[in-house]
Every structure is written in C-alpha cells, then in structure tokens.
C-alpha cells in the first residue's frame, strides 16, 4: 500500500519587501508568530539552524496542547529568492505526514510574489492533505495580515 499523495500551489503578492519577506519566512521568532494557524493555536521553535543540511524541531498544536512534532531540514537555501525543505510531523509515536516545500520569491516593485509549492504524502489517510492544505493557507492568511497591520517587524 502507498502513502496518498497530493500537491497544491499557493501564490500570493504580499505587502512586503523581497528582503523583508524572506526574513519573514525563514527567521525561527517570526514563524512563530505567523505559522500557527489560528489564535488559539500556537508554534513553539525547539531547535533551529537555517542552513543547508540544517535542522529544525518544533512543536505545533492547541495552546494548551501543542502535541504534533514538526521535523524539518533545509535541503537548499538561495536567499532571498527560494528555499526547499521537507517537514515531517508526527504525534504520539505516529507519523502522520511528510512534506516537500519551496519557497519561490519575486520581487513585484514594493511588494513580492511569494509561490509555495506543496507536496504531501500523507500516512494516516487523505484527510491529512486537506489538514497540510488549511496549514499553509491559514498560516500565509496570518502572515499577509500581520504585515499589513505592522505587528511583524
């Protein structure tokens, strides 16, 4: 049996500097604050080395429960234009997912294009697809809303 499989793309042009936006994306305190997606979820940075071949670990959840582990490793960094990285998350001994990410960033004058392709293999069933897909569609909705408010330096 294989793991279902899904791909999704999201592009948005967003309020920001190419320069700002990348820092946005990549630096480990500002994922925090726009990565979990909703208020009453939160994203908790473990461990962090942005580098290729680097590592990261956090945990990502209800903000009394933050119980999913998200393991990621940076296979390819070309600041500011595009990152790749895979990010696995796992719950109580199980592993629920797999992810393979790219980041894509043009600059559009004032303001950048920010394409995220998304490629999941889920190990729990298809409903884990739709789960990755909210994640990121909430966590990009967050990300655009705190730019435009000035609560992200």
């Not at 990010?87 to 629920?96: K, L, V």
């Not at 998304?118 to 884990?128: F, H």
Request: hydrophobic residues 35%; aromatic residues 8%; proline residues 4%.
């Amino acid at each position: 049996m294989t793991a279902p499989i899904a791909t999704f793309r999201l592009t948005r042009t967003i309020a920001a500097a190419h320069d700002r936006l990348w820092h946005l994306l990549t630096d480990a305190k500002s994922r925090e604050v726009w990565g979990a997606p909703s208020e009453d979820a939160v994203l908790v940075l473990e461990t962090t080395d942005l580098r290729e071949g680097g590592q990261e670990r956090h945990r990502c959840g209800p903000a009394d429960n933050p119980e999913f582990t998200v393991d990621t490793h940076w296979y390819h960094i070309d600041s500011p234009t595009r990152a790749c990285f895979t990010e696995t998350i796992t719950a109580g001994g199980q592993r629920f997912g797999v992810s393979l990410v790219t980041y894509l960033l043009d600059a559009d004058g004032p303001s950048t294009t920010l394409t995220v392709d998304v490629a999941v293999a889920s190990m729990t069933g298809e409903d884990m697809q739709g789960d990755f897909l909210s994640g990121w569609t909430s966590g990009l909705d967050r990300l655009e809303h705190l730019i435009s408010t000035g609560a992200l330096k």
